[in-house]
């Protein structure tokens, strides 16, 4: 007998906010199906607020609301039964933060939850990842958002240690990451990959995947150094209109791209990877999971 269950997933990043619609579909006696039904991202830079003047700006509250109510709308007219919000590294920090959940409880009767970068790296874990490692093998897998990066290292098919560090690409597009959290990455990485003969890097968030799109790749062929580098090297000959009219990049992928890459190309450095592979994968499908399986 087949049941379908539909739950949504919302994620206020530094960067965007994503809703996550997906279609469960369960069984018997057959492994349970996570599909998209619908993704709907809306371009509203928190972190510049919160990482620079260390709270969210009355305009972008206003967006954020109207967002909210926009999200629940949509949850409703898709008949989503179970929903979970979370918020990361730029409600964090904003020291109106609480005011903003009452607000958007009060006027979208959503809930959020601000959650921790320890927290956010378990609930990435939860997505199918761990059917894309082999179990013979190492990987770091890296996830970049706007205000953090979180990293978690993969062996035998299972997780070894998780940091998070506060380098996002809002973060650096502001120079607000200091070298001292540069030699802080570097050392994590290189202490908790020296004992590992080889590692592979898989990537997420949004630069990472619009840079495997641009390659042509197939879902399965990883990106190499050699090729992300030259990728790096490309985008900042190019002036920040250039990479929207030339590109088609958005206008707020076209400057934070950059930054993301020099995480990801440091990452691989650092850990000694030669590859980085792009499974489509996220904060908000790792929420769907983790709400199915009972882990939040």
Request: hydrophobic share 40%; net charge positive.
């Amino acid at each position: 007998m087949l049941k379908i269950k539909k739950y949504a997933a919302i994620d206020i990043g530094s960067n965007a906010m994503r809703l996550l619609i997906t279609n469960i579909v369960e069984q018997e006696g057959k492994t349970t199906q996570f599909n998209k039904s619908s993704l709907v991202r809306v371009p509203i830079r928190l972190g510049q607020d919160s990482f620079t003047i260390g709270e969210i700006s009355n305009e972008n509250i206003s967006r954020m609301t109207d967002a909210m109510k926009a999200f629940s709308l949509l949850m409703k007219v898709h008949k989503v039964e179970e929903y979970s919000a979370f918020a990361t590294s730029a409600m964090r920090e904003a020291n109106n933060s609480k005011e903003i959940v009452d607000l958007i409880k009060k006027n979208a009767n959503i809930n959020i939850e601000i959650i921790d970068g320890k927290k956010e790296a378990i609930i990435i874990a939860s997505t199918d990842l761990f059917h894309l490692l082999k179990s013979d093998k190492t990987y770091l897998y890296v996830d970049v958002g706007g205000g953090s990066t979180e990293f978690s290292l993969f062996s035998n098919g299972k997780i070894v240690i998780s940091k998070s560090f506060k380098a996002g690409t809002v973060r650096l597009l502001n120079k607000m990451v200091s070298e001292l959290v540069w030699q802080e990455m570097e050392i994590w990485i290189k202490e908790n990959t020296k004992e590992y003969d080889e590692v592979t890097l898989i990537g997420s968030g949004g630069n990472i995947n619009k840079l495997f799109k641009m390659s042509g790749k197939l879902q399965e062929k990883p990106l190499s150094y050699i090729y992300l580098n030259s990728q790096y090297v490309f985008l900042n000959s190019l002036t920040y209109e250039q990479r929207i009219s030339q590109l088609g990049l958005n206008p707020d992928r076209a400057d934070v791209i950059i930054p993301a890459t020099q995480i990801y190309l440091n990452a691989m450095k650092w850990s000694g990877a030669r590859n980085i592979y792009v499974p489509k994968i996220g904060l908000s499908d790792g929420i769907v999971k983790a709400m199915y399986y009972g882990k939040i």
